[in-house]
């Protein structure tokens, strides 16, 4: 493998033809074109490429996930022969490991201290901040219903990409998307779901802000280490919906208030309460099992919004971050901060190697700790 690593023109330099793929995979494997095309990019990163490296590399992935899936016609044709185009394939054949790990480096201090203030500062309702519920069996039964009916018109995710974070990193996880009408039962689910988070909390969780799923994750899906949206996400669920060619259970990883690790080994129709934006929580061990499938409900409080936004106040947030800075003599940066790069990759260069999905590259940039209250220097 090489594919020469270069410096971007600036911003507006230069023309970004992006790669027409969405309309269909032929057009990835075309070997009579002859210009180098933008294949895939992010924000400070483009990826160019010959189509004969395209072609080249694309079908040498074909044959590693055939391999994952030989067991399974069906999953081996849903994620091995179709939508081609989607930014796991893009990113497993055109952007290097090395170059994630050096775009996360730009983000994880940042990150790290983050997720420690949040976890210490945002309100807490509960003792441990997470809880094991069962959903209704009639409840779980219609919702399965509808979800099988379903499953055959998956997408992939859109919005996961190669620098992504927590659960939303393109590289390790090829995760789908299904549909599920918000119709008189999903009302009954949700309604429960709120129910017990009130119930549990003492709180008025009256305003839904966010409900997402089903979500589709596959072999070698991971979860960093991670808080939820501080202002929408403060009383949430986790609905398990279904688990298919499971080879082992695949762990809920979290971290009570207290500090205590926890795992959860749920079940179909299991749900779990949690105290989403200071819960620390993730999935520490690739999934090892053909499908595992997810719903997302997230509420507030009418009093929830008004006690974080005096948490970001310039007094408190940004006052603490610049102690921090200052004692540790850092300045916390993002993404947009690191250097642009392009990587241009001719046809004569190998193929990235294919990494093992049984060994998430999440891990190796070190999502997966506890990161420490950064208010106590």
Known sequence: MTGASASLPPRGGGLLVLLALAGGDALLLRPTQTTATVAYNEENYQCTADPAFLSKCVPKWQESCRREYNHSEHMRTKLCETSLSRNYVRIRTLVPPSDILDQWKWEFERRQFDDGFFRSQVPKFTDTGFKLVRLPEHLHEGMLARYNARRNQSVPEEGQPAFGFHCNTGHDNDDYHVVIPHDELFGEVREWIRGQLSDWTGQNVNEETSIYGAREYHRGSICGMHTDNTETHAFSAIYQIDQQGMD?????????????EGRALMQAGDVM?????????????????????????????????????????????????????????????SLANA??????????????????????????????????????L
């Not at 082992?248 to 205590?260: F, I, N, Q, R, S």
């Not at 990587?343 to 420490?372: H, N």
């Open 248 to 260: 082992e259970p695949w762990a809920l990883d979290y971290v009570t208030h207290g500090g205590v």
């Open 273 to 333: 309460l949690y105290e989403s934006a200071s819960g620390l929580h993730g999935r520490k061990d690739p999934l090892k099992g053909d499908e595992f499938t997810n719903m997302f409900f997230h509420f507030r409080s009418p009093n929830w919004l008004p006690a974080i936004n005096s948490i970001l106040s310039l007094d408190n947030y940004w006052e603490k971050r610049w102690r921090f800075e200052a004692h540790h003599q850092e300045h916390l940066t």
């Open 339 to 376: 250097p642009p790069k392009e990587r241009l990759w001719k046809s004569t260069d190998q193929c990235i190697p294919e990494r093992s999905r049984s060994d998430p590259l999440l891990k190796e940039g070190g999502f997966f700790q506890t990161p420490p209250d950064p208010t106590r």
